[in-house]
């Protein structure tokens, strides 16, 4: 099957689609991921377009046919990152301070850039891109190297 790679960097304000416009964005979305694999790749927090994407991953009638949201986020600004570590045992999360935000639950896989700040938000930008990049690359070489 094809990939197809969204890179998705929204806004941290909320974020209010048309309400005429989300249904036949999220329709749209998962009619692509029925003939195709789709990653989206997001900063994974749970605020403005990132918790739209995930309300459409949520309510997916065929989870055969999956979206994949991967969550490139900075270390610095995850709430309660230190319980991330916890092995063994359920932790229950508290509600972020006001500087600090939660994940959209509905990522698969969680990728944390840590370039030691706090609060600060760009770091998973620069290698969101360069993933997609690295990506790009690989399938075109592949799709140029099956044509001999």
Known sequence: RSLLIISVVGSARKYRM?????PIFRQDLIKVAK???????????????IKLLGEINRTNPDPSQSIHFISIAPWGCVSSVEQLAVYGTNVI??????DETSFESNHVLLLFIDNDTKHEYGSELEFQSHFTKIYMWKFIFIIKYNKR
């Open 18 to 22: 048309k309400s005429k416009l989300f």
């Open 35 to 49: 003939s195709i694999d789709v990653w989206i790749l997001t900063n994974g927090i749970n605020t403005s377009i």
């Open 93 to 98: 999360y508290n509600k972020p301070k006001t």
